[in-house]
Protein backbone atom coordinates (compact mmCIF):
# COMPACT_ATOMS: atom_id res chain seq x y z
CA UNK A 1 0.00 0.00 0.00
CA UNK A 2 1.61 3.25 -1.10
CA UNK A 3 0.63 5.43 1.55
CA UNK A 4 0.72 5.78 5.39
CA UNK A 5 -3.11 5.80 6.72
CA UNK A 6 -3.56 4.98 10.65
CA UNK A 7 -2.03 1.90 11.92
CA UNK A 8 -4.88 0.91 14.07
CA UNK A 9 -7.11 1.28 10.78
CA UNK A 10 -4.71 -0.62 8.67
CA UNK A 11 -4.51 -3.62 11.42
CA UNK A 12 -8.16 -3.27 11.89
CA UNK A 13 -8.98 -4.34 8.13
CA UNK A 14 -10.27 -1.12 7.08
CA UNK A 15 -7.53 -1.40 4.03
CA UNK A 16 -7.27 -5.22 3.43
CA UNK A 17 -9.05 -4.83 0.21
CA UNK A 18 -5.97 -1.95 -0.94
CA UNK A 19 -3.02 -4.82 -0.97
CA UNK A 20 -1.83 -5.99 -3.99
CA UNK A 21 0.24 -9.14 -4.38
CA UNK A 22 3.25 -9.10 -5.50
CA UNK A 23 4.84 -12.25 -7.69
CA UNK A 24 8.54 -12.42 -5.65
CA UNK A 25 8.65 -12.11 -1.59
CA UNK A 26 10.54 -8.55 -2.13
CA UNK A 27 9.76 -4.92 -0.65
CA UNK A 28 10.52 -2.22 -2.71
CA UNK A 29 9.06 0.87 -3.62
CA UNK A 30 9.43 3.81 -6.01
CA UNK A 31 8.51 6.63 -3.86
CA UNK A 32 10.37 7.53 -0.51
CA UNK A 33 8.30 7.67 2.98
CA UNK A 34 5.62 5.26 4.57
CA UNK A 35 4.59 2.73 2.99
CA UNK A 36 2.38 -0.68 4.22
CA UNK A 37 2.61 -4.51 2.99
CA UNK A 38 1.38 -7.20 4.23
CA UNK A 39 3.36 -10.93 4.56
CA UNK A 40 0.43 -13.70 5.16
CA UNK A 41 1.42 -17.03 6.18
CA UNK A 42 0.20 -19.48 3.25
CA UNK A 43 0.62 -22.26 5.49
CA UNK A 44 1.08 -22.53 8.99
CA UNK A 45 4.72 -21.48 10.60
CA UNK A 46 5.07 -23.66 13.76
CA UNK A 47 6.75 -21.52 16.76
CA UNK A 48 9.07 -24.72 17.41
CA UNK A 49 11.66 -23.46 15.36
CA UNK A 50 12.03 -19.81 16.75
CA UNK A 51 10.90 -18.74 13.13
CA UNK A 52 12.29 -15.20 12.63
CA UNK A 53 10.67 -12.41 9.87
CA UNK A 54 14.12 -11.48 7.76
CA UNK A 55 14.47 -8.27 5.51
CA UNK A 56 17.62 -8.24 3.96
CA UNK A 57 19.48 -5.24 2.87
CA UNK A 58 17.62 -3.16 4.73
CA UNK A 59 19.82 -0.11 4.57
CA UNK A 60 18.17 3.40 5.57
CA UNK A 61 14.70 1.52 5.73
CA UNK A 62 13.22 1.51 9.58
CA UNK A 63 10.43 -1.26 9.76
CA UNK A 64 7.46 -1.31 12.25
CA UNK A 65 5.96 -4.97 12.45
CA UNK A 66 3.07 -5.35 13.67
CA UNK A 67 2.79 -8.86 15.19
CA UNK A 68 -0.69 -10.85 15.39
CA UNK A 69 -2.58 -10.37 18.45
CA UNK A 70 0.32 -7.27 19.47
CA UNK A 71 -1.21 -4.21 20.35
CA UNK A 72 2.70 -2.41 19.98
CA UNK A 73 4.94 -2.74 16.83
CA UNK A 74 8.39 -4.03 16.83
CA UNK A 75 10.86 -1.52 15.29
CA UNK A 76 13.85 -2.30 13.82
CA UNK A 77 16.28 0.04 11.78
CA UNK A 78 20.28 -0.51 10.95
CA UNK A 79 20.94 2.27 12.63
CA UNK A 80 20.34 4.14 16.15
CA UNK A 81 18.02 3.16 18.75
CA UNK A 82 15.75 0.19 16.61
CA UNK A 83 19.07 -1.34 15.88
CA UNK A 84 19.03 -5.12 16.91
CA UNK A 85 22.82 -5.44 17.64
CA UNK A 86 22.35 -9.20 18.65
CA UNK A 87 22.51 -9.72 14.43
CA UNK A 88 24.79 -8.57 11.72
CA UNK A 89 23.39 -5.59 9.67
CA UNK A 90 22.60 -8.56 6.54
CA UNK A 91 18.85 -7.73 7.67
CA UNK A 92 16.23 -6.45 10.09
CA UNK A 93 15.63 -9.46 12.13
CA UNK A 94 11.82 -9.94 13.50
CA UNK A 95 11.24 -12.42 15.91
CA UNK A 96 7.88 -14.48 15.38
CA UNK A 97 7.52 -15.95 19.02
CA UNK A 98 4.18 -17.62 18.44
CA UNK A 99 4.93 -18.70 14.36
CA UNK A 100 1.79 -18.04 12.01
CA UNK A 101 -1.73 -19.83 11.67
CA UNK A 102 -2.49 -20.39 7.88
CA UNK A 103 -3.60 -16.94 6.69
CA UNK A 104 -2.02 -15.03 9.55
CA UNK A 105 -0.43 -11.92 8.56
CA UNK A 106 2.00 -9.52 9.74
CA UNK A 107 1.56 -5.80 8.98
CA UNK A 108 4.45 -3.95 7.96
CA UNK A 109 5.10 -0.02 7.80
CA UNK A 110 8.27 0.63 6.56
CA UNK A 111 9.73 3.76 6.29
CA UNK A 112 11.27 3.67 2.87
CA UNK A 113 14.56 5.54 2.48
CA UNK A 114 16.31 3.28 0.52
CA UNK A 115 15.70 2.15 -3.43
CA UNK A 116 17.62 -1.18 -2.82
CA UNK A 117 14.96 -3.75 -2.76
CA UNK A 118 14.76 -5.71 0.36
CA UNK A 119 14.40 -9.62 0.13
CA UNK A 120 11.89 -11.19 2.60
CA UNK A 121 12.34 -14.23 3.98
CA UNK A 122 10.72 -16.42 7.44
CA UNK A 123 14.04 -18.49 8.72
CA UNK A 124 14.38 -20.82 11.82
CA UNK A 125 16.76 -18.24 14.28
CA UNK A 126 19.67 -21.09 13.76
CA UNK A 127 20.14 -20.27 10.23
CA UNK A 128 20.05 -16.52 10.88
CA UNK A 129 22.64 -17.19 13.13
CA UNK A 130 23.78 -19.18 10.57
CA UNK A 131 23.91 -17.16 7.95
CA UNK A 132 24.92 -14.15 10.16
CA UNK A 133 28.11 -15.86 10.80
CA UNK A 134 28.95 -16.58 6.91
CA UNK A 135 28.18 -12.99 6.24
CA UNK A 136 30.61 -10.78 9.00
CA UNK A 137 33.10 -13.47 8.18
CA UNK A 138 32.96 -12.95 4.37
CA UNK A 139 32.47 -9.39 4.67
CA UNK A 140 35.00 -8.98 6.91
CA UNK A 141 37.58 -10.94 4.95
CA UNK A 142 36.83 -9.08 1.44
CA UNK A 143 36.73 -5.19 3.34
CA UNK A 144 40.09 -6.14 4.73
CA UNK A 145 41.30 -6.93 1.57
CA UNK A 146 40.21 -3.83 -0.18
CA UNK A 147 41.43 -2.15 2.85
CA UNK A 148 45.09 -3.68 2.22
CA UNK A 149 45.21 -3.52 -1.67
CA UNK A 150 44.08 0.67 -1.01
CA UNK A 151 47.49 0.87 1.11
CA UNK A 152 49.63 -1.05 -1.19
CA UNK A 153 48.38 1.09 -4.40
CA UNK A 154 48.97 4.22 -1.73
CA UNK A 155 52.54 2.53 -0.50
CA UNK A 156 53.34 2.27 -4.73
CA UNK A 157 52.28 5.73 -5.22
CA UNK A 158 54.04 7.33 -3.26
CA UNK A 159 57.15 5.07 -3.59
CA UNK A 160 56.79 4.90 -7.13
CA UNK A 161 55.02 8.14 -8.25
CA UNK A 162 52.81 6.60 -10.26
CA UNK A 163 49.95 8.40 -10.46
CA UNK A 164 47.60 5.50 -11.72
CA UNK A 165 48.17 3.81 -8.22
CA UNK A 166 46.89 7.32 -6.91
CA UNK A 167 43.39 6.74 -8.51
CA UNK A 168 43.05 2.86 -7.95
CA UNK A 169 43.76 4.01 -4.27
CA UNK A 170 40.55 6.32 -4.06
CA UNK A 171 38.81 4.33 -6.05
CA UNK A 172 39.12 1.13 -3.48
CA UNK A 173 38.92 4.03 -0.34
CA UNK A 174 36.00 5.28 -1.78
CA UNK A 175 33.83 1.72 -2.44
CA UNK A 176 34.80 0.73 1.27
CA UNK A 177 33.05 3.50 2.42
CA UNK A 178 30.57 3.04 0.26
CA UNK A 179 30.32 -0.64 1.07
CA UNK A 180 29.94 -0.11 4.93
CA UNK A 181 27.53 3.03 4.87
CA UNK A 182 24.95 1.08 2.75
CA UNK A 183 26.00 -2.89 4.19
CA UNK A 184 25.61 -0.99 7.74
CA UNK A 185 29.44 -1.83 9.12
CA UNK A 186 29.76 1.54 9.56
CA UNK A 187 27.35 1.47 13.03
CA UNK A 188 30.84 -0.55 14.32
CA UNK A 189 32.06 3.28 14.57
CA UNK A 190 29.14 5.09 16.46
CA UNK A 191 30.20 8.34 15.94
CA UNK A 192 30.63 7.91 12.34
CA UNK A 193 27.38 6.48 11.97
CA UNK A 194 25.74 9.38 13.57
CA UNK A 195 27.62 11.79 11.55
CA UNK A 196 27.54 10.11 8.02
CA UNK A 197 25.00 7.46 8.05
CA UNK A 198 21.48 8.22 8.28
CA UNK A 199 22.10 10.24 5.30
CA UNK A 200 21.61 8.82 1.76
CA UNK A 201 23.82 11.40 0.12
CA UNK A 202 26.96 9.94 2.04
CA UNK A 203 26.57 6.48 -0.06
CA UNK A 204 26.11 8.63 -2.96
CA UNK A 205 29.15 10.83 -2.58
CA UNK A 206 31.40 8.19 -1.90
CA UNK A 207 29.85 6.07 -4.99
CA UNK A 208 30.09 8.94 -7.52
CA UNK A 209 34.19 9.74 -6.01
CA UNK A 210 34.65 5.97 -6.12
CA UNK A 211 33.20 6.01 -9.87
CA UNK A 212 35.14 9.30 -11.56
CA UNK A 213 38.37 7.92 -9.87
CA UNK A 214 38.21 4.80 -11.53
CA UNK A 215 37.60 5.84 -14.44
CA UNK A 216 40.10 8.29 -14.58
CA UNK A 217 42.38 5.19 -13.21
CA UNK A 218 41.22 3.05 -16.58
CA UNK A 219 41.62 6.45 -18.88
CA UNK A 220 45.38 6.40 -17.56
CA UNK A 221 46.15 2.96 -16.93
CA UNK A 222 45.35 2.37 -20.66
CA UNK A 223 46.23 5.46 -21.87
CA UNK A 224 42.88 5.97 -23.69
CA UNK A 225 44.07 9.85 -24.76
CA UNK A 226 46.47 8.63 -27.18
CA UNK A 227 45.12 5.12 -27.83
CA UNK A 228 41.35 5.78 -28.18
CA UNK A 229 39.87 9.23 -27.94
CA UNK A 230 36.89 8.24 -29.40
CA UNK A 231 36.09 6.52 -26.03
CA UNK A 232 37.98 8.65 -23.96
CA UNK A 233 36.02 11.57 -25.06
CA UNK A 234 33.04 8.90 -23.51
CA UNK A 235 34.02 8.64 -20.29
CA UNK A 236 35.08 12.21 -19.56
CA UNK A 237 31.01 12.73 -20.62
CA UNK A 238 30.98 10.35 -17.95
CA UNK A 239 32.66 12.05 -15.53
CA UNK A 240 31.63 15.45 -16.46
CA UNK A 241 28.11 14.02 -15.61
CA UNK A 242 29.45 12.08 -12.13
CA UNK A 243 31.23 15.41 -10.86
CA UNK A 244 28.42 17.75 -11.98
CA UNK A 245 25.75 14.92 -9.77
CA UNK A 246 28.53 14.79 -6.74
CA UNK A 247 28.31 18.46 -6.18
CA UNK A 248 24.72 18.71 -6.43
CA UNK A 249 24.04 15.70 -4.11
CA UNK A 250 26.08 18.35 -1.54
CA UNK A 251 22.35 20.28 -1.72
CA UNK A 252 20.19 18.22 -2.93
CA UNK A 253 19.09 14.33 -1.69
CA UNK A 254 16.99 13.64 -4.62
CA UNK A 255 16.13 9.92 -5.62
CA UNK A 256 16.82 11.02 -9.22
CA UNK A 257 20.30 12.12 -8.99
CA UNK A 258 21.47 8.12 -7.83
CA UNK A 259 19.19 7.13 -11.20
CA UNK A 260 21.25 9.43 -13.50
CA UNK A 261 24.54 8.41 -11.68
CA UNK A 262 24.02 4.84 -12.18
CA UNK A 263 23.05 5.49 -15.86
CA UNK A 264 26.30 6.88 -15.87
CA UNK A 265 27.78 4.59 -14.43
CA UNK A 266 26.71 1.78 -16.96
CA UNK A 267 27.48 3.86 -19.67
CA UNK A 268 31.22 4.27 -18.78
CA UNK A 269 30.77 0.43 -17.78
CA UNK A 270 30.21 -0.38 -21.34
CA UNK A 271 33.01 2.12 -23.07
CA UNK A 272 35.43 0.67 -20.19
CA UNK A 273 34.40 -2.62 -21.35
CA UNK A 274 34.95 -1.85 -25.25
CA UNK A 275 38.32 -0.09 -24.61
CA UNK A 276 39.64 -2.83 -22.96
CA UNK A 277 38.30 -5.45 -25.89
CA UNK A 278 39.47 -3.00 -28.49
CA UNK A 279 43.16 -2.43 -26.21
CA UNK A 280 43.00 -7.00 -25.82
CA UNK A 281 42.65 -7.28 -29.61
CA UNK A 282 45.70 -4.65 -30.34
CA UNK A 283 48.05 -6.81 -27.92
CA UNK A 284 47.87 -4.25 -25.61
CA UNK A 285 49.03 -6.00 -21.72
CA UNK A 286 47.04 -3.71 -19.73
CA UNK A 287 44.03 -4.37 -21.44
CA UNK A 288 44.33 -8.32 -20.67
CA UNK A 289 44.46 -7.51 -17.24
CA UNK A 290 41.48 -5.00 -17.25
CA UNK A 291 39.34 -7.44 -18.95
CA UNK A 292 40.30 -9.90 -16.30
CA UNK A 293 39.45 -7.55 -13.59
CA UNK A 294 36.49 -6.19 -15.16
CA UNK A 295 34.85 -9.22 -16.59
CA UNK A 296 33.57 -10.22 -13.59
CA UNK A 297 32.58 -6.46 -11.94
CA UNK A 298 30.60 -5.59 -15.11
CA UNK A 299 28.87 -8.58 -14.34
CA UNK A 300 28.14 -7.68 -11.22
CA UNK A 301 27.38 -3.51 -11.47
CA UNK A 302 25.22 -4.66 -14.39
CA UNK A 303 23.29 -6.78 -11.54
CA UNK A 304 23.65 -4.18 -9.02
CA UNK A 305 22.57 -1.12 -10.99
CA UNK A 306 19.70 -3.34 -12.65
CA UNK A 307 18.27 -4.25 -9.15
CA UNK A 308 18.60 -0.45 -8.34
CA UNK A 309 17.01 0.49 -11.06
CA UNK A 310 14.16 -1.80 -10.44
CA UNK A 311 14.27 -3.98 -13.18
CA UNK A 312 15.35 -7.27 -11.77
CA UNK A 313 15.76 -8.68 -8.63
CA UNK A 314 19.65 -10.98 -7.58
CA UNK A 315 19.80 -13.85 -5.83
CA UNK A 316 21.73 -13.44 -2.30
CA UNK A 317 25.16 -14.43 -3.61
CA UNK A 318 25.04 -11.20 -5.39
CA UNK A 319 25.06 -9.42 -2.40
CA UNK A 320 28.52 -11.23 -1.50
CA UNK A 321 29.67 -11.11 -4.97
CA UNK A 322 29.89 -7.45 -5.17
CA UNK A 323 32.47 -6.21 -2.82
CA UNK A 324 34.79 -9.51 -3.10
CA UNK A 325 34.59 -8.58 -7.32
CA UNK A 326 35.79 -5.44 -6.30
CA UNK A 327 38.71 -6.74 -4.04
CA UNK A 328 39.58 -9.12 -7.08
CA UNK A 329 40.13 -6.86 -9.47
CA UNK A 330 41.79 -4.38 -7.05
CA UNK A 331 43.88 -7.15 -6.60
CA UNK A 332 44.45 -7.76 -10.60
CA UNK A 333 44.83 -4.23 -11.17
CA UNK A 334 47.41 -3.52 -8.85
CA UNK A 335 49.50 -6.49 -10.36
CA UNK A 336 48.87 -5.46 -13.67
CA UNK A 337 50.12 -1.74 -12.94
CA UNK A 338 52.77 -3.58 -11.12
CA UNK A 339 53.24 -5.29 -14.49
CA UNK A 340 53.41 -1.90 -16.25
CA UNK A 341 56.26 -0.69 -14.48
CA UNK A 342 58.56 -3.82 -15.29
CA UNK A 343 58.12 -3.13 -18.53
CA UNK A 344 58.70 0.34 -18.90
CA UNK A 345 62.03 -0.33 -16.84
CA UNK A 346 62.62 -3.34 -19.22
CA UNK A 347 62.25 -0.37 -22.52
CA UNK A 348 64.49 1.98 -20.34
CA UNK A 349 67.42 -1.06 -20.02
CA UNK A 350 66.98 -2.14 -23.26
CA UNK A 351 67.88 1.90 -24.26
CA UNK A 352 70.38 2.34 -22.02
CA UNK A 353 71.99 -0.86 -23.53
CA UNK A 354 71.93 0.85 -26.89
CA UNK A 355 73.20 3.76 -25.40
CA UNK A 356 75.70 2.36 -24.01
CA UNK A 357 76.84 -0.37 -26.81
CA UNK A 358 77.31 -0.33 -30.26
CA UNK A 359 74.97 -2.35 -31.79
CA UNK A 360 77.67 -3.42 -34.75
CA UNK A 361 80.57 -4.07 -32.77
CA UNK A 362 78.70 -4.86 -29.29
CA UNK A 363 81.88 -2.54 -27.95
CA UNK A 364 81.15 0.33 -25.46
CA UNK A 365 79.34 3.32 -27.56
CA UNK A 366 82.17 6.36 -27.42
CA UNK A 367 79.78 8.58 -24.77
CA UNK A 368 79.85 5.07 -22.30
CA UNK A 369 83.69 4.96 -23.03
CA UNK A 370 84.71 8.17 -22.69
CA UNK A 371 82.34 7.77 -19.13
CA UNK A 372 84.49 4.80 -18.21
CA UNK A 373 87.88 6.12 -19.22
CA UNK A 374 87.05 9.19 -17.11
CA UNK A 375 86.12 7.30 -13.85
CA UNK A 376 89.03 4.55 -14.55
CA UNK A 377 91.57 8.09 -14.39
CA UNK A 378 89.43 8.79 -11.17
CA UNK A 379 89.94 5.39 -9.99
CA UNK A 380 93.84 4.98 -10.61
CA UNK A 381 94.13 8.48 -9.14
CA UNK A 382 92.35 7.17 -5.90
CA UNK A 383 94.07 4.05 -6.16
CA UNK A 384 97.51 5.29 -6.83
CA UNK A 385 97.31 1.85 -9.33
CA UNK A 386 98.39 2.40 -12.77
CA UNK A 387 96.50 3.05 -15.66
CA UNK A 388 97.23 2.28 -19.74
CA UNK A 389 95.33 2.97 -22.84
CA UNK A 390 95.88 0.92 -26.24
CA UNK A 391 94.45 2.64 -28.95
CA UNK A 392 93.68 1.17 -32.37
CA UNK A 393 92.98 1.54 -35.49
CA UNK A 394 92.62 -1.33 -38.46
CA UNK A 395 95.23 -0.63 -41.16
CA UNK A 396 94.21 0.62 -44.59
CA UNK A 397 90.14 -0.64 -43.37
CA UNK A 398 88.96 2.40 -46.40
CA UNK A 399 90.51 -0.10 -49.31
CA UNK A 400 88.63 -2.76 -48.14
CA UNK A 401 85.60 -1.05 -47.92
CA UNK A 402 86.14 0.16 -51.31
CA UNK A 403 86.96 -3.58 -52.19
CA UNK A 404 84.99 -5.85 -51.05
CA UNK A 405 81.93 -3.06 -50.07
CA UNK A 406 80.69 -1.74 -47.12
CA UNK A 407 79.07 -4.88 -45.51
CA UNK A 408 82.07 -7.33 -45.89
CA UNK A 409 83.93 -4.06 -44.06
CA UNK A 410 81.00 -3.88 -41.20
CA UNK A 411 81.55 -7.86 -40.96
CA UNK A 412 85.28 -6.92 -40.15
CA UNK A 413 84.79 -4.26 -37.75
CA UNK A 414 82.29 -7.04 -35.96
CA UNK A 415 85.18 -10.16 -36.22
CA UNK A 416 88.22 -8.05 -34.83
CA UNK A 417 86.01 -6.59 -31.96
CA UNK A 418 85.23 -9.85 -31.31
CA UNK A 419 88.83 -11.57 -32.02
CA UNK A 420 89.69 -8.16 -29.53
CA UNK A 421 87.24 -8.83 -26.82
CA UNK A 422 88.70 -12.38 -26.48
CA UNK A 423 92.27 -11.58 -25.70
CA UNK A 424 91.33 -9.30 -22.57
CA UNK A 425 90.59 -9.66 -19.21
CA UNK A 426 87.69 -9.41 -17.33
CA UNK A 427 88.09 -6.39 -15.69
CA UNK A 428 89.66 -4.54 -19.39
CA UNK A 429 87.08 -2.57 -20.93
CA UNK A 430 86.99 -2.32 -24.93
CA UNK A 431 84.89 0.00 -26.29
CA UNK A 432 84.41 1.77 -30.21
CA UNK A 433 85.78 5.35 -30.60
CA UNK A 434 84.21 5.95 -34.04
CA UNK A 435 84.86 4.47 -37.75
CA UNK A 436 87.48 1.77 -37.36
CA UNK A 437 88.71 3.38 -34.31
CA UNK A 438 88.70 1.26 -31.35
CA UNK A 439 90.11 1.94 -27.12
CA UNK A 440 90.85 -0.79 -24.70
CA UNK A 441 91.28 0.22 -21.21
CA UNK A 442 93.75 -1.54 -18.84
CA UNK A 443 93.24 -1.09 -15.14
CA UNK A 444 96.36 -1.91 -12.97
CA UNK A 445 98.46 -2.47 -15.96
CA UNK A 446 101.86 -0.89 -16.63
CA UNK A 447 103.12 0.58 -20.21
CA UNK A 448 105.32 -2.57 -20.74
CA UNK A 449 102.26 -4.70 -19.79
CA UNK A 450 100.15 -2.46 -22.39
CA UNK A 451 102.53 -2.99 -25.05
CA UNK A 452 102.09 -6.48 -24.32
CA UNK A 453 98.66 -6.76 -24.58
CA UNK A 454 98.44 -4.72 -27.62
CA UNK A 455 101.07 -7.04 -29.13
CA UNK A 456 98.71 -9.74 -28.51
CA UNK A 457 95.63 -8.06 -29.95
CA UNK A 458 97.89 -7.25 -32.85
CA UNK A 459 98.64 -11.13 -33.50
CA UNK A 460 95.41 -12.03 -32.64
CA UNK A 461 94.22 -10.48 -35.93
CA UNK A 462 97.40 -10.80 -38.40
CA UNK A 463 97.85 -14.11 -37.17
CA UNK A 464 95.62 -15.44 -39.49
CA UNK A 465 92.91 -13.78 -42.21
CA UNK A 466 89.39 -12.90 -41.15
CA UNK A 467 86.98 -15.43 -43.28
CA UNK A 468 83.85 -13.53 -44.74
CA UNK A 469 81.64 -15.08 -47.05
CA UNK A 470 83.91 -17.71 -48.35
CA UNK A 471 86.74 -14.64 -48.61
CA UNK A 472 89.59 -14.87 -46.60
CA UNK A 473 90.30 -10.59 -45.42
CA UNK A 474 94.37 -9.98 -44.62
CA UNK A 475 93.58 -7.40 -41.95
CA UNK A 476 96.46 -5.54 -39.75
CA UNK A 477 95.83 -2.90 -36.83
CA UNK A 478 98.23 0.08 -36.06
CA UNK A 479 98.47 0.42 -32.05
CA UNK A 480 99.40 3.09 -29.72
CA UNK A 481 100.00 2.84 -25.93
CA UNK A 482 100.23 5.26 -23.53
CA UNK A 483 100.11 4.89 -19.42
CA UNK A 484 98.55 7.98 -16.98
CA UNK A 485 101.36 9.97 -16.00
CA UNK A 486 101.10 11.35 -11.97
CA UNK A 487 98.20 14.44 -12.12
CA UNK A 488 97.74 13.41 -15.93
CA UNK A 489 94.06 13.29 -16.69
CA UNK A 490 91.87 11.09 -19.58
CA UNK A 491 92.18 13.74 -22.33
CA UNK A 492 95.83 14.10 -22.24
CA UNK A 493 96.02 10.33 -21.56
CA UNK A 494 93.89 9.29 -24.69
CA UNK A 495 96.06 12.43 -27.01
CA UNK A 496 99.28 10.23 -26.08
CA UNK A 497 97.44 6.76 -26.87
CA UNK A 498 96.52 8.51 -30.86
CA UNK A 499 99.85 10.14 -30.94
CA UNK A 500 101.67 6.66 -30.73
CA UNK A 501 98.93 5.18 -32.32
CA UNK A 502 99.75 7.70 -35.06
CA UNK A 503 103.57 6.95 -34.89
CA UNK A 504 102.88 2.95 -35.63
CA UNK A 505 100.66 4.27 -38.96
CA UNK A 506 103.93 6.29 -39.89
CA UNK A 507 106.59 3.76 -39.41
CA UNK A 508 104.45 1.35 -41.58
CA UNK A 509 101.33 -0.38 -39.99
CA UNK A 510 100.82 -3.22 -38.29
CA UNK A 511 102.84 -2.72 -34.95
CA UNK A 512 102.62 -1.12 -31.68
CA UNK A 513 104.67 1.91 -30.54
CA UNK A 514 104.08 3.71 -26.91
CA UNK A 515 104.49 7.46 -25.77
CA UNK A 516 106.43 8.04 -23.06
CA UNK A 517 105.30 10.42 -20.21
CA UNK A 518 105.20 13.76 -21.07
CA UNK A 519 103.06 16.92 -21.41
CA UNK A 520 100.43 17.08 -24.20
CA UNK A 521 100.16 20.49 -26.15
CA UNK A 522 96.99 22.06 -26.94
CA UNK A 523 97.54 21.70 -29.97
CA UNK A 524 97.93 18.15 -29.78
CA UNK A 525 94.78 17.79 -28.05
CA UNK A 526 93.33 19.75 -30.92
CA UNK A 527 93.90 17.19 -33.29
CA UNK A 528 92.45 14.20 -31.85
CA UNK A 529 89.51 13.12 -33.11
CA UNK A 530 86.29 14.58 -31.30
N1 LIG B 1 82.08 -0.70 -43.29
C1 LIG B 1 82.18 0.34 -42.48
N2 LIG B 1 83.04 1.34 -42.75
C2 LIG B 1 83.17 2.37 -41.92
C3 LIG B 1 82.39 2.45 -40.74
N3 LIG B 1 82.71 3.60 -40.10
C4 LIG B 1 83.67 4.20 -40.84
N4 LIG B 1 83.96 3.46 -41.93
C5 LIG B 1 84.90 3.72 -42.96
O1 LIG B 1 86.21 3.45 -42.44
C6 LIG B 1 87.14 4.15 -43.19
C7 LIG B 1 88.20 4.73 -42.25
O2 LIG B 1 89.29 5.10 -42.98
P1 LIG B 1 90.50 5.82 -42.31
O3 LIG B 1 90.75 5.29 -40.95
O4 LIG B 1 90.34 7.29 -42.45
O5 LIG B 1 91.66 5.38 -43.24
P2 LIG B 1 92.16 3.90 -43.49
O6 LIG B 1 91.71 3.48 -44.85
O7 LIG B 1 91.81 2.97 -42.39
O8 LIG B 1 93.68 4.17 -43.52
P3 LIG B 1 94.65 4.21 -42.30
O9 LIG B 1 93.88 4.41 -41.09
O10 LIG B 1 95.55 5.36 -42.57
O11 LIG B 1 95.36 2.90 -42.34
C8 LIG B 1 86.38 5.19 -43.99
O12 LIG B 1 86.34 4.83 -45.35
C9 LIG B 1 84.98 5.13 -43.44
O13 LIG B 1 83.97 5.38 -44.39
C10 LIG B 1 81.47 1.40 -40.49
O14 LIG B 1 80.74 1.40 -39.50
N5 LIG B 1 81.40 0.38 -41.38
Not at 10 to 39: K, L, M, N
Not at 102 to 122: F, K, T, W, Y
Not at 145 to 168: D, P, T
Not at 268 to 291: D, E, I, K, N
Request: charged share 20%; with cysteine; proline share 5%.
Amino acid sequence: MPDDPPAARVIGGDHDARFVAVPTPTISSATEGPHWWRVTALQPIAATDAPQLVLQTPYLNAVEAWLPGQAMPVRRAMLGRDADRRYSTRALVVPLPKGLAAGQHVDLRIDVRSSLPMRLAIEPLSEVHRKDLVHVGWRAAVLAALLVIAILALGLWIGIGERSYGFLMVTLLAQVFCLVTIGGELRAVPWLADLLGADPRTSRLFGFVSAIASISFIAHYLDLPKRQPGLMRVLHGCNAVLAALLLVTFVSGAAIIATIGNLAVLVATAAVFAASVVGSWRGQRPAYFLLVAWLPMLLLVILHVGERLGLWINPDWVDVAFPAGFALAGLVLTVGLADNIQQLRRDRDQASRLATFDALTGAMSRPATSERLEAAVADARRSGLPLSLVFFDVDHFKHINDKHGHRIGDECLRIIALRTRNRLRRYDQFGRWGGDEMLVILPDTRLAEARGVAENLRSAINCRPLSIEGRLLQATLSLGVAELAPDEDASSLLVRADTALYTSKAAGRDRVSGHAVGSVTQEQKALLPR
